[in-house]
Structure formats: structure tokens, C-alpha cells
DNA sequence: AATGAATGAGCCTTCATTCAT
DNA sequence: GATGAATGAAGGCTCATTCAT
């Protein structure tokens, strides 16, 4: 009985450890036998458990999510629109920015999306749902509407692209572009940018959106 | 059968088939052995002209920075800034999205995001450099100011982001995202929500920066 | 078919083979390629076992210094010193001349002198200090002194020189120069001709040495 | 007529560098890539003059013993065997320590000796032949014989191999074996100490030679 | 006569995967 | 159930050589 558990273990520091390699390193610059040295395995562990280097990745995702995605009940309710949606972006910016076992998930996020490896097709929008429906909820309670039309859907990529880009961006260049060194402050001040600028983004194609429908 | 060409024939077939490949399949998955293949040209090739793949991966970059990248007179002068700006996203954003095969460098210049390899930093700044003045300036007169401080710096990176974001992801996922398929139309809509999007953007910290200053 | 060998059977014959090659054609000519083939191995064999050609290089020299060398206690105590001279000279040129294939170390030895590798400068004094005290007694013992100055490290040279130099020149071109085939018999009064010859001339320069000092 | 003068011009520069590179690398190691970018030639040049590497390998040892080998004359006649020694040792050593043109002779033929090429065997005996007469010349004169048995070989091999040995090694080896750095004064002490030394060991064997003789 | 473009054979190394135990 | 030994396919690079001009 020991020894299944013993399976399980080394089954779970290989997903841990695929975790971190991959997001720091992306899919090709992982190597199995790093992944399964972190782990205090042999190199023959990764066949063994997953049968590829392919699945494991999988899978990894899918424990990267489940162990450290963010967490559901990040936005305060009852509070204003506004607060909620400065809220939702301080949260997320502070989780892509800090270091920590909650930024694989965003990491590995990222990298998918540069480099589409196609194997993680199956399980990458419902993974994404959730956030999804916080985000936009908050902009309808923005713009007053509860439907999802096109203008919804602009912002929430507005609002996601420029917190996104935060991480798209390595460090050196992100310090060069705004010409000074990251602190948490600047974070911060980015933040409270974002949420002001996207704020007013919301207010802004809201009018254009009414004007529309009065053509209409 | 076409032997002994001038030397700057094979040269360049081979730089554009690196474009290509290294744009299709990022750095590491590119085989030089597939550009030289494209190129009809020898494995030795890429050796004979440029040293090693890191050498061509650097020259690459700059030969589809040439070739293909956003020509330089995008924004017509004497307009209202808030002309200019919509202008300015209108043409990176159609630039992005149209190229076809032909939008090496955005390609390129994403895969180098999110993987960077170290192997073009020299470059880098000098590239990006013109159409970062472009877009400060706009933004500066927007605001109304001549002054590059922290604000300018942010409105500049909330526009990026939201331009460059419509290539970070794939066209499939972002179909999904906005529940219809990409079209010209939808192209050009998009245009139009992130121009005025950020234009009430600007305006919106243009006003907190304003408030800043009176207490100071 | 003896798969899954100890592990450090394989290993010790990819150090055999090594020894081999690299002592037939010298560093630069030895295959990776050959030595795993004649070590019954695989092309990635020496990889698995020692990274690199590199490191297999150095650790062949180690496995041939401790395999192959001339054993430690060559020359009986006791008896006087030119007799210990007689047999260190003897048995050095033995060991050169005789050990056939077994000669691994001194031919690496050569190779590295006329080709330094720079590989195994860590290891190389540590391995040769030991047969250097042997020979530097033996002469402080015929000078009467217990000094190391400059005229002790000469006379090693000089000795040490025309031993070596019976290996450094290729079978045929001694032949040549000796006008007769080599033979035991030959080689045994070749090392009588040098110890002979080193003998008097060690006398020699001590009266040289003894001279200099009374003048000073 | 201008033209076959540059042919030949060129094939001597090509000569030269090639005595450079030889030298300094080695057969192995000299690339003729470098060789040609040395004697301002095309890569192809060493092909259209001389067929091949190994052809221009043998015709740079001829050109280097033709250009620089140690004169005929170095050695002054009408002295005493004693005074003949020790200047054909001085002018042998100095030839070998010290870099310059005159040194691309010994550095090949010191090369070759450690590594065969097997591609100058022909001419090797030749080439060598006048100086040892003179070597031997004076060995006979100071054992006072004319014949060349073994005794006189024995000789001449102790001398020189105790000369070529401080070119074997390398200069930090040497430095470490003497303790002490290389300077002019301890090449010169080196000097006169392998001419006292060896006329020493002459004498001796002189001896032993007599005596065998008088059994006989 | 001489050159620069182009080639191909071969080498070292990497790495995911397999297999006997 | 789990491991360490062993493999093979493939990649980047070197370099002497060839060939059309």
C-alpha cells in the first residue's frame, strides 16, 4: 500500500516539476530529463507515467490550472462596477508579475499562445470560461446591458490584451520601453492606468454603441 | 541548373526562406537544413553565407524588417491628432492582419516575444525606435503636452497592447473570443473600437495627470 | 546480445577503446564514432558516459596512467647510485619500447606533449610527480648534495630527454638512424650507452657546479 | 609576362603562410582556409596551384628546408672538437627557442615527427642527411675515430634528443620542470650545459668502447 | 589563369524513447 | 512497479574540394 501511494507521489513532483520547467522554458526548451531530475526521478519516469513527453505536457496544463490558476473568487461582489473591474485588474497583473507557483499557469498560458504546440486543444477554452465570465459580467454591469454583443466582447479584449501584454513583454524591454526600473509601485501605478484608461474605453464605446442602436 | 548566380541571388533566396520558416516555427523548430531546402540550396549554405544559424536568425530579421514591415509615412501630417491616432491603429492593426504570408516580421517579431533568444537585442531598439516616435508624438498632442513622462509612456503601452494582441493569438481562438469569423468588416471594426476606446483612454488619465499636478 | 551490462563493463571498454584510439591517431583523429564501435557500443555511448569527447579524452589518460604505467617501485633501494640509475633508465626505456600495444600511456603522453590539448593539464603534474622524485633522488645522491638547484632539474632533463626521445622518433627513422633493425639486444645497450653517458655526464657538471661555488 | 611573374609570386606567398600554419597548428589543425586568407589568396588557390593539402603539406617542408633550415656553415672549422660542439649545440638550441622565420623548420619537422603524416617520407632522409654529418663529424673527431659505428650513433642520438627535447615540450611544462621562467641567460646556461654534460658522456663511452674492443 | 560560389561527406552532440531486469 | 543502461534519429557545423565562369 505504501508503495502506491509511493506512485502517486512521484507522479504528482513530476507534474509540479513539469509545471515550473515548462513554463520557464516553454514546450521544446523543456527537457524530460530536467523535468524528471526536479523531480527526483529517472529519466525513464516520464515514459513511465505519461507514455510521452506530449501527454505530459497535457496534463501538466490541466494540473497547473487545477493547482494554481487564480482563484475564482478573486472580485469582492457588492461593491460598484468600477471597483470590481480596478479590482479584477490589479489581480491579474499581480499575478502575471510575481513570481510564485501561481504564475505557471500564466505562464504556460502565454507560451501556448505564442507557440500553439496543438496539444492542449481539447481542455483550453473550458479551462478559460470561468475568467472569461467574471470579466465580462463586470463590463455589462459597466455599460448597463446584460447582453454579449460585439461591443461587450471589444473590451473584454482591450481590457485583457493590455494587462496580457504586461508578460508578453520580457522584463528588460518593459523597463526600457516606460524608462524605469520595475518596482512594485510602478505595478501599481500601471494598474490603476489600466483600470482609468480602460474605464473610460467602456464609458467611451458605450455612447458610440447607443448612437448606433438609435440609428437603428 | 542554374549555376553560379550572382552570389546575393542565393543570398537572399536563403534569407526569405528563413523569414519564412523561422516565422512558421519559431527558432528552435526551424531547421536550417529546411531553410537551405526551401532556399534550393545546399545544407552547407546557411554556413557559406552567414556562419551559423544564430547569425542568419539576426540577419532574418532585419532583411524582413525591410521587406516587409510597416511602411514608414502610415500617418498622413496635418490632421487632428484624434485623426491621426485612429490612422495610425488602422494601419498597424491591417498590417497586422492582412499580410497573409507576407507578415514575416510581425510573425518574427512575436515568436521573438514570447521566446526571446538573446540573438537580436542590438537590433531591436533600433527598429522599433521611428514608430515608437510616431505614436508618442500623437498621443503627446492628444494630450496636449510636449513632455514624455510616465502617462505618455503608459497610453503608449495600452495601444500596443491592444494592437499587438490581435496577433498574439491565433486566428481560431480569437474567432472564438468574439463569436463570429474574421472578416475585413470585423477587422475594421475592431479598428474603430480600439482607436476610440483609447482615445477616451488618453483623455480619461490626461485628466487624472492634470488633477496629480494641481496638488503637487 | 549481453545487454544490460553492469553499466561499468561498457564504460571501461569505451575507456580501453579510447585509450586505443586516441593513442594511434592522436586527439583531433579519433572518432567518437570509432571508439564506440570498437568498444561494441553506441555512437551516443560516450555521450551517455561522459558528456564529451572532452571528458572521455581526460579520463582515458587517467584510466591509462593507472592501467598502463610504469609500476611504482621499479627501482630497488639499497644499492648504489649509480646502479639505480643504471635500472630507472633501463626499465623507462623498456616500458617505452617493449609494451607493444600495451604502451597506451606513453604514446598519449607524446601525443599530448607535440599536440597539448589543454584537456588534462589538471591531472598531468599530479601523475608525473611521483616518477620525478625517484629520478631528482637518485641524482642528488650521485652529486652528494640534497639541493634541488638549477644543475639536479638539468641533469633530470637531460636524461629524461634521451629516454623520451627514443619514442618521440617512429620505429623506422630509429632504425634508419641506428643503420641496424631494433632488437632487445639493441635497446639494452642503447640504455647502457644513456645511463653511461648520463653518468659521467652528471659527474661532469657537478665539478662544473663545485667550481661555480668556490668561486662564489 | 606580368601574369606568370603574379602566379608565382602568389604560389610563394602560398608557401610561406602555409610554413606559418603548418607550424603553429599542425597538419590537422592548419586549415588552408586560413593558409590562403594569409597569403591574400582565394580559397581555391591552394587547390589550383598544388592539386590538394597533402601535396602542399610536402612542398612547404621543401620550401621551409630551402628558406630557413639552419646554414650549412654554422659551426666554425679549425677549432677544437670540444669548441665545435658547443657551438653546433648553441647554434642548435638557439635555432629551436627562438621564434622567427628560422624557426618553421624545426617547428614542422618536430610536428612531424610526433605526428606522421606519412606525406614527406620521401624527401625526410634527404633533407636531414648534411646536418647530421656535421654532428657526427664532430663526435668522431672527439672520440678521435673515423668509423661511424654504434658508439657514434649512440652519440649523436643522446646530443640531439636532449636538444629537440626543449622543443617537445611546451614553455609552460619547461618552465614548471626548471622552476623557473625562460629567459636568453637560461637558454644559454641550458646550453652550455648539455655541451658539458654531453662531451662528458662522450669521453665515457669513448672508454667503454676501448675497452670492448681490447676483449675483442 | 584565377576566382567565388557551391557542395557533400562526416563529425560531435542532443534527446526522447526503449528495454532488460 | 520502477530503474538505469542503451539506443537511434536528427541537428548544426566544419572543411577540403569542385565547378562554372
Chains 1, 2, 3, 4 share one sequence.
Not at 447582453?147 to 496580457?164: H, P, W
Not at 490603476?192 to 473610460?200: G, K, N, Q
Request: proline share 3%.
Amino acid at each position: 500500500m505504501a508503495k502506491r501511494e509511493d506512485g502517486k507521489v512521484t507522479r504528482n513532483r513530476l507534474l509540479k516539476a513539469a509545471c515550473e520547467v515548462f513554463a520557464e522554458r516553454g514546450y521544446l526548451n523543456a527537457k524530460v530529463a530536467e523535468i524528471c531530475r526536479r523531480a527526483g526521478a529517472n529519466v525513464a519516469a516520464v515514459n513511465y507515467y505519461f507514455g510521452d513527453k506530449d501527454t505530459l505536457y497535457a496534463e501538466a496544463w490541466q494540473y497547473a490550472f487545477n493547482e494554481y490558476a487564480m482563484p475564482e473568487s478573486l472580485v469582492p461582489e457588492h461593491t460598484s462596477p468600477e471597483d470590481q473591474l480596478r479590482n479584477y485588474i490589479h489581480s491579474l497583473i499581480q499575478n502575471f508579475m510575481e513570481k510564485g507557483l501561481q504564475g505557471y499557469f500564466t505562464r504556460l498560458y502565454l507560451m501556448e499562445l505564442a507557440n500553439p504546440t496543438g496539444l492542449i486543444q481539447n481542455s483550453w477554452h473550458d479551462m478559460i470560461k470561468p475568467r472569461r465570465q467574471k470579466l465580462i459580467g463586470i463590463i455589462q454591469k459597466t455599460l448597463g446591458i446584460e447582453t454579449t454583443d460585439e461591443t461587450v466582447l471589444f473590451c473584454e479584449l482591450s481590457i485583457i490584451s493590455q494587462c496580457r501584454a504586461l508578460l508578453t513583454i520580457n522584463r528588460n524591454d518593459l523597463e526600457y520601453l516606460l524608462c524605469q526600473p520595475l518596482s512594485r509601485n510602478l505595478i501599481k501605478r500601471l494598474a490603476d492606468h489600466i483600470a482609468c484608461f480602460s474605464l473610460a474605453g467602456i464609458r467611451a464605446v458605450s455612447k458610440l454603441r447607443s448612437e448606433k442602436e438609435e440609428i437603428l
